[in-house]
């Protein structure tokens, strides 16, 4: 059975950083991406970021890039997302997703949540003003 199991959320000042767990259990990450998404009160799911399991190539969303970095530790089966110079508008619950890559029709975009098959019970990332 495929579970994912976040961790590390909490609560942090303003310019602190986190680190955020991703636990996969029941697969292995080969032909797999593993997305992060958050949700903030009122507000629609966004993708964060995304690592694709065969040649490790990575996305991140706008308004974190060059804040946090995703990394993947493979023989863990453990993904994990830094955040650093964290903001109060980034004050969500911080999901893990996963998806079976040759699943996707081609041009689906790494941020469509919809296509994700898998996903945790999430983590909640409180960052203080």
């Known amino acids: 059975e495929v579970q994912l199991m976040e961790s590390g959320g909490g609560l942090v000042q303003a310019g602190g950083s986190l680190r955020l767990s991703c636990a996969a259990s029941g697969f292995t990450f080969d032909n797999y991406a593993i997305g992060w998404f958050r949700q903030a009160p009122g507000k629609e799911r966004e993708g964060v970021s995304c690592?694709?399991?065969?040649?490790?190539?990575?996305d991140y969303a706008d308004s974190v890039k060059d804040r946090f970095t995703i990394h993947s530790h493979n023989a863990r089966n453990t993904v994990y997302l830094q955040m650093n110079r964290l903001k109060p508008e980034d004050t969500a619950v911080y999901f893990c997703?996963?998806?079976?890559?040759?699943?996707?029709?081609?041009?689906?975009?790494?941020?469509?949540?919809?296509?994700?098959?898998?996903w945790g019970q999430g983590t909640q990332v409180t960052v203080s003003s």
């Open positions: 690592i694709r399991g065969g040649d490790g190539s990575t």
């Open positions: 997703a996963a998806v079976y890559l040759p699943s996707l029709p081609y041009g689906t975009p790494w941020y469509e949540s919809d296509a994700y098959y898998y």
